[in-house]
Every structure is written in C-alpha cells, then in structure tokens.
C-alpha cells in the first residue's frame, strides 16, 4: 500500500483545510486508516482513525470538535477536515494503515504499518 497525503498549506488561525492521502493497492477497504502529525521537536501525535468497516471515527482528544475523518472506499481516499484551525495544529499531518485487520482502532504509530511522506500545515496567528 503506498500513501499519499495533500492539501496542506499556510492558513490562518481560525480557518480551514480538508487534506487528503490516496492509497493505491486494492486492500484499502480492508485497513484501519489513521492520522497522525508531528510538530517540530515533539513526537508523532495520533490525531484520529476510521476503521476498515467506515464505523464512527475515533479521536484524540486534543482535536473532538474541529477534525473530521472520512474516508471513500471506492476512490481509495481518506480525508481529514480541519475547521477552526490554531497555531498549535501547526504540523506535518501523516495518514497511515493498519494492515493486522485488527478489531480496535489503534492509537500508537508502531501498530500502523504504511505511511505517507506527510503533508505540512502551517497556522499563522
């Protein structure tokens, strides 16, 4: 599975993004997408993770309220909406799989075993 995150970018605080990660490979549907980012000097954070079967979104909770993640089986696409962006969103956002088949979310980066190469978002005050 290879991943590939986009629509990251500066923004204002307040304002919005939707990024994506378009995964190729046919196993899409069958693997627990995640979110994560990571901040400059700080570890891997979990954001947020849609299971394989598309049930409710589990979220850290940093970030209930203003991120959504959905994902669209049939175009191989995960999605994070970001609204009422701050400055501490200020990071590179990474999606990842889980391929275990695993019947919880996971929440650790060392559960996850495909990533993107990360898209930055940069939240000016």
């Known amino acids: 599975v290879q991943l590939v995150e986009s629509g990251g970018g500066l923004v204002q605080a307040g304002g919005s993004l939707r990024l994506t990660c378009a995964a190729s490979?046919?196993?899409?549907?069958?693997?627990?997408m995640g979110w994560f980012r990571q901040a400059p000097g700080k570890e891997r954070e979990f954001v947020g993770a849609?299971?394989?079967?598309?049930?409710?979104?589990y979220y850290a909770d940093s970030v209930k309220g203003r991120f959504t993640i959905s994902r669209d089986n049939a175009k191989n696409t995960l999605y994070l909406q970001i609204d009422s962006l701050k400055p501490e969103d200020t990071a590179v956002y990474y999606c990842a799989a889980d391929a275990s088949g695993r019947v919880y979310i996971p929440v650790k980066s060392s559960q996850y075993d495909y990533w993107g190469q990360g898209t930055q978002v940069t939240v000016s005050s």
């Open positions: 849609i299971s394989w079967g598309g049930g409710a979104p």
């Open positions: 490979g046919r196993t899409f549907s069958m693997h627990t």
